[in-house]
């Protein structure tokens, strides 16, 4: 039984991984950065989706870039990045 929890956490932590920062060539972009830090370095990205709360009001926005065989899921709240994730 042990051994099946262990697997199935592990591949539920293998699809995903939660980061304080992430590469975009040799720059970085962290957890707190304004936006304008985020289109500097990433550029435009690949889709925009609204976060919106449990009431359906707007809390900010997700920025997806499609990045090879990843994609890199940044959050962005009251116009600094609250969360950054890498999708593999």
């Known amino acids: 039984m042990r051994q099946i929890f262990a697997f199935l956490l592990f591949a539920a932590l293998s ?4 980061a304080q920062a992430v590469a975009f060539g040799n720059k970085l972009v962290s957890v707190g950065d304004p936006v304008g830090r985020v289109f500097e370095v990433a550029g435009q990205p690949s889709r925009t989706v ?9 809390e900010g926005e997700r920025l997806e870039y499609f ?10 709240r ?11």
């Open 15 to 18: 699809t995903a991984a939660l």
């Open 67 to 76: 990045l090879g065989n990843k994609t890199v899921l940044i959050t962005v």
């Open 50 to 58: 609204p976060v919106e709360n449990k009431f359906g009001a707007r």
């Open 78 to 88: 009251d116009g600094k990045v609250t969360q950054v994730q890498e999708v593999f």
